[in-house]
């Protein structure tokens, strides 16, 4: 019978390293048991299945403002310099409701239209080449770390008109965005590491906005100020705060997206055979990788009213996890959901999130996983994973894949 409550013998997902690193089991086990399930620890409500996470993606009884929930959840100390900075996540599209949510995102999908996207293939391409002749030594090549951790701040730093020469910065800044969000419960030092970021690039993206102002370009920031006086247009604080919100959402989860790809074509020879037979399942594949391992396995909402699921009564304030990672192995959704199958063409998977707030960047994403892979095993079919070296996982309750996954090219 499905329950709400925590406080069964076994150990809840989020707070133990061996079902971080494996949580399918535990989730199959949610999904049959407590769809919906109150972790008091945090005091968070966890939701399992597809339908339901599908249906609570789209319900506008759900807040996508999760900064209130975040501030009330960090610790005391902490809690005014989290405020300080919380106008600036207050402008990110990721975080509005309603009309607001529309003005931005539309204005958003503008500079970050289908034509702009295309025109990325090529530099995705080349970034690709250019990381593997820089980055493998002595026939070893970190697939996570030399490629897929760098690969999307290149293209992302180029689509935002950032300095070649500042494109570590993007990437520090982003770890500790990252590390933020991550973090259940929210600590002190993330906390600190976050504001400290926030301000350097702020700073940063405020100068890059004055320059398209000084040169004017039709490219991403230039397409988003010259809307700027248009109804519905982008103040430059919504500006600054999007641009940044595109640079975090689009790295590390792509990062893990990479990395998750080849860990699973390495273990899987036969799912690499048949990928090798018929080229054309490139995209097949990418989205399987996405299904079998989702880069974000956890979005939250705050409830805005009681809301009733699967039998169980959320309350009003309530903080609500939505498990994408479980909603992807459902096998009401997936047949045989455990199994890797490159052929499979699964049709719903949440990995994107759906409705109002699903990715802007979905199709950037997919085609920096096909272009990626296709480069490296096209100049490397042998490759395959170096056991000298460890991998080393990045598996936090919202994340997943690896921080270095080292491999032999030779
Ligand atoms: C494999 C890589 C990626 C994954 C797994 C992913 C996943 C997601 C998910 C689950 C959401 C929904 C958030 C929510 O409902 O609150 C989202 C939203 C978003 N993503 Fe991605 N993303 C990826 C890559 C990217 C890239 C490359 C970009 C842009 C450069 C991007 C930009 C965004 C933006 C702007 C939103 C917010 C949309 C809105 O609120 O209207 N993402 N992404």
């Known amino acids: ?67 209130k929930g975040f501030v009330d959840q960090a610790p005391e100390a902490v809690r005014p310099e989290l405020r300080a900075i919380v106008p600036l ?51 070893r090549f970190d697939v996570a770390d030399d490629y897929g951790f760098r690969l999307p701040a290149h293209i992302l730093s180029d689509f935002l008109g950032v300095h070649v020469e ?10 500790d965005f990252v590390d933020f969000f991550n973090e259940i419960p929210i600590t002190e030092a993330t906390t600190h590491r976050l504001s400290r970021s926030v301000s350097a690039m702020n700073d940063y993206t405020m100068d890059l906005i004055n320059e398209r102002r000084r ?45 998750n790809i080849f860990f699973l074509l390495d273990g899987l020879p036969e799912a690499r055979a048949q990928l090798d037979a018929n080229p054309a399942l490139l995209e097949p594949m990418v989205d399987e990788a ?42 009401t959704q997936f047949p045989d959901p455990d199994r890797f199958d490159i052929a499979r063409r699964p049709g719903h998977i949440l990995s994107f999130g759906r409705g109002p707030h699903g ?9 920096q996983g096909a272009i990626a892979t296709r480069v490296l095993l096209a100049r490397y079919p042998a490759i395959r994973r170096d056991e000298d070296k460890p991998i080393v996982w990045y ?9 270095n996954l080292p491999m032999r090219v030779d």
């Open 1 to 67: 019978m499905a329950t709400a409550q925590s406080g069964g013998r076994e150990p809840f997902f989020i707070d133990d390293p061996a079902l971080l690193d494996d949580p399918y089991a535990a989730f199959a086990r949610y999904r049959a048991e407590s769809p919906v399930y109150h972790h008091a620890p945090v005091d968070q409500w966890f939701v399992f299945r597809h339908g339901d996470v599908s249906d609570l993606f789209r319900d506008p009884r759900l807040s996508a403002d999760r900064m």
């Open 89 to 139: 996540f207050e402008s990110w599209t990721i975080m509005k409701d309603g009309p607001e949510h529309t003005r931005l995102r539309h204005a958003l999908n503008q500079g970050f239209n289908a034509t702009a996207v295309k025109a990325l293939a090529p530099l995705i391409e080349a970034s690709a080449n250019q990381l593997i002749d820089e980055r493998v030594r002595d026939g």
């Open 166 to 175: 500042d494109r570590d910065k993007i990437i520090e800044w982003s770890v």
């Open 215 to 259: 040169s004017p370009k039709n490219d991403f920031l230039g397409t988003l100020l010259a809307s700027a006086d248009t109804p519905g247009g982008l103040s430059d604080t919504e500006i600054v705060g999007n641009a940044i919100l595109l640079l975090l959402a689009g790295h590390i989860a792509v990062r893990n997206m990479i990395g």
């Open 290 to 331: 996405l299904r079998f391992e989702a880069p974000v396995t956890l979005i939250p909402r705050v409830a805005l009213e009681p809301i009733e699921v699967a039998g169980i009564t959320i309350p009003e304030g309530a903080l609500v996890q939505l498990s994408i990672a479980s909603a992807n192995r459902d096998e």
């Open 359 to 367: 990715c802007a960047g979905a199709h950037l994403a997919r085609m």
């Open 395 to 403: 598996r936090t309750a919202a994340n997943r894949g690896p921080i």
